[in-house]
């Protein structure tokens, strides 16, 4: 009976050793996981900010423990500013991080309020290379033009230097359209989009500076 009472002592003792082991080797793994650092940061769709700016509001400037970074976090961080919509984080291993912003984008300055609009309406008092809206819109239009304002091709918004808002008796959605480039259009908020193509149809004229219109006809006034 005792040679039996030892040998269960022995098998008991073995498997605590057993136990032991795995949960210093897991002690082991988890001090090597929180240890390893987030050492590539790749950032999208950013254009407002540079990519080391949304890194430093993520607060991964100092490549901090993978581990210890959770998803969330990143996201929560960078969609406290005004002008960051929407953020998507992917973590394809575990050193690194893709970030990719959707911008809350300024689209014009708009006089009458003496303020930045951005895309979702949000007015600022900061500046940026936006145009000018000069004259007052009247509500029910505004809000059909800033959506019109926010599908462009924002190259383009850049390129623009004023916009006056300019009804007809045809079309009270009328805007006339001063370029940087010296060149004015005609736009109406249904085919608004068709400013993106404003590079191609102005190579056809020679760089020659006029009145572009593409509110009707589509046709290209040049200036004597």
């Given at each position: 009976?005792?040679?039996?009472?030892?040998?269960?002592?022995?098998?008991?003792?073995?498997?605590?050793?057993?136990?032991?082991?795995?949960?210093?080797?897991?002690?082991?793994?988890?001090?090597?996981?929180?240890?390893?650092?987030?050492?590539?940061?790749?950032?999208?769709?950013?254009?407002?900010?540079?990519?080391?700016?949304?890194?430093?509001?993520?607060?991964?400037?100092?490549?901090?423990?993978?581990?210890?970074?959770?998803?969330?976090?990143?996201?929560?961080?960078?969609?406290?500013?005004?002008?960051?919509?929407?953020?998507?984080?992917?973590?394809?291993?575990?050193?690194?991080?893709?970030?990719?912003?959707?911008?809350?984008?300024?689209?014009?300055?708009?006089?009458?309020?003496?303020?930045?609009?951005l895309s979702d309406e949000t007015e600022v008092d900061a500046n940026f290379p936006v145009p000018t809206v000069i004259n007052y819109v009247p509500d029910n239009i505004y809000s059909d033009f800033?959506?019109?304002?926010?599908?462009?091709?924002y190259d383009i918004i850049k390129r623009i230097s004023e916009i006056m808002y300019d009804p007809n008796e045809v079309d009270d959605g009328r805007f006339f359209l001063t370029m940087n480039d010296?060149?004015?259009?005609?736009?109406?908020?249904?085919?608004?989009?068709?400013?993106?193509?404003?590079?191609?149809?102005?190579?056809?004229?020679?760089?020659?500076?006029?009145?572009?219109?593409?509110?009707?006809?589509?046709?290209?006034?040049?200036?004597?």
């Open positions: 009976m005792a040679r039996k009472t030892k040998k269960k002592r022995k098998l008991k003792l073995k498997n605590v050793l057993i136990v032991l082991m795995i949960i210093i080797a897991l002690l082991l793994a988890l001090a090597f996981l929180t240890d390893v650092k987030i050492n590539n940061i790749v950032v999208k769709g950013n254009s407002l900010y540079s990519d080391w700016e949304i890194i430093e509001k993520a607060k991964l400037d100092d490549y901090p423990s993978s581990i210890k970074t959770l998803s969330h976090s990143i996201v929560d961080r960078l969609e406290e500013d005004d002008y960051i919509k929407n953020v998507e984080v992917l973590r394809p291993s575990l050193t690194k991080v893709v970030i990719t912003v959707e911008e809350n984008l300024p689209l014009f300055y708009y006089v009458p309020e003496d303020k930045t609009i800033l959506k019109s304002m926010s599908e462009i091709d010296g060149n004015q259009v005609y736009l109406t908020l249904n085919k608004f989009t068709k400013i993106d193509n404003y590079l191609n149809i102005i190579k056809e004229f020679d760089n020659k500076k006029g009145i572009l219109y593409l509110d009707s006809g589509e046709y290209f006034e040049v200036k004597s």
